[in-house]
């Protein structure tokens, strides 16, 4: 089975970049599609992005499009996600998660995969 593992969050300024990576490990996981899910204290994990396994869709909540990209290699069997310009609200903790299928990518209840998370905090 996959294990996921993030890493690269940490402390960053308003208006600063941060990037992530998700690490796959177990299996290679080229035939999983891969989200990043975020929680912020208090609140629920909402969607943040997407990217499919089978033609390499991309897909964005609307608070992150224009400022985040997604992207994976496969050779590497690692997802990134590359956050600019972050925003104090921003703040929270990124999971990486992964399913086996393609579809409903924003759902954060259909993935089955999850990593531990990496903290990402934005100062105002």
């Known amino acids: 089975q996959v294990q996921l593992a993030e890493s690269g969050g940490g402390l960053v300024q308003a208006g600063g970049s941060l990037r992530l990576s998700c690490a796959a490990s177990?299996?290679?996981?080229?035939?999983?599609?891969v989200g990043w899910i975020r929680q912020a204290p208090g609140k629920e994990r909402e969607f943040v992005a997407g990217?499919?396994?089978?033609?390499?869709?991309?897909y964005y909540a609307e608070s992150v499009e224009g400022r985040f990209t997604i992207s994976r290699n496969n050779a590497k069997d690692t997802v990134y996600l590359q956050m600019n310009s972050l925003k104090p609200e921003d703040t929270a903790i990124y999971y990486c998660?992964?399913?086996?299928?393609?579809?409903?990518?924003?759902?954060?209840?259909?993935?089955?995969?999850w990593g531990q998370g990496t903290q990402v905090t934005v100062s105002s």
């Open positions: 998660a992964a399913k086996s299928d393609y579809a409903h990518l924003e759902v954060v209840g259909y993935y089955d995969l």
């Open positions: 177990g299996e290679t996981f080229r035939r999983y599609s």
């Open positions: 990217v499919s396994w089978t033609d390499g869709s991309k």
